[in-house]
């Protein structure tokens, strides 16, 4: 297994190479200009020198190996250097400084060029770590929520199948599938906002919580985006986990433990799930990028300030750097998240060796 690991991270050094060069070619060919947003009254050669700044006066080639640079090596600086500075478990530690460099005319010590955002000015990497709070407290509690109410409504479906609460489990699942959240959103905030008047329609990303007050504000604002989520993923998880429950049920093992004399729910519960859930940790795992990617249309009904809403933000503005940096962040996920399910297959499936 771990051979196995060591060389599936090898290979995922020229794969996500290979990726971020695909990417950085497409955005290069994406229409626009990053001085469109500039005013009219600024001079043409004021916006040419902005231009040479950011980076676009040089080459394709040279601004590929600048951003691979920056991403590669100066942001981990700057993360090291900010564990050894104001981190709570490395703090201690002395300053390490790696991201600063002296400059040649002042002899002051200046920070290395970072990946800059076109619309905001800003380290993108800065922006992107403000926004993540936010997305995984909504998606990613979503998402824990869908797969803790989709497991055991797929075990049971299976094991009473056809029955009544199989087929309202069905109906259900057909429902998440079936309608997408820009309309599940509004509805829910018609209903529960507009006419109720329970739940807050805005969720207000500036909110500290500090109190019991502010908890209940927290809580109660994070209802309905969680609810749109969690209902795809209840229905996605719970199909897959029914049909692989249906399909260990009728196998000969299983009869073989009820013959020995084995409880029901020891055979479901300690045979069957396991197998089980094989397949279904692959969905599971190949799912988790998202949550760090956010979900930008629910994210947007409720306005909710996180990773989904920046990149829709970024992609209108045409903030390649942003729109580069985060799409290149979900394909690392991608394939660090494969590369955990595969090692779960071995933990599951003990007729799996990977060495």
Partial sequence: MLTFTIRRLVLSIPTLLFISLVIFMLLQLAPGDPMAQVPLTVPPEVKQKMREALGLGAPIHVQYLKWLHQFFVVEPMVFIDYLTRSSFLFGWLPDTQ??????????????????????????????????????????????????????????????????????????????????????????????????????????????????????????????????????????????YMRSAMLDNLNQDYVRTARAKGLGEFTVVMMHVLRNSMIPVVTIIALGMPAIFGGAIITENVFKVNGIGQLLLTALFANDLPMVMTLTFIFAILIVLFNLIADILYGVLDPRIRYD
């Fill in 98 to 239: 790696l991201s600063m460099v002296m400059d040649e005319v002042t002899g002051e010590m200046t920070q290395r060029q970072r990946v800059i955002s076109w619309q905001t000015r800003s380290p993108v990497m800065d922006i992107v770590i403000q926004r993540m709070p936010q997305t995984l407290w909504v998606v990613g509690l979503s998402y824990i929520v869908g797969i803790v109410i989709a497991i055991p409504i797929g075990i049971y479906s299976a094991y009473r199948h056809y029955s009544a609460f199989d087929q309202a489990g069905t109906f259900i699942t057909m429902i998440g599938f079936s309608i997408p959240p820009f309309f599940t959103g509004p509805l829910l905030i018609v209903i529960f906002s507009v006419t109720l008047g329970w739940l807050p329609s805005i969720y207000d990303t500036t909110l500290v919580v500090n109190s019991w007050e502010t908890f209940k504000i927290q809580f109660l604002q994070m209802i309905m985006p969680v609810m749109v989520l969690a209902l795809q993923t209840t229905a996605q998880i719970s199909r």
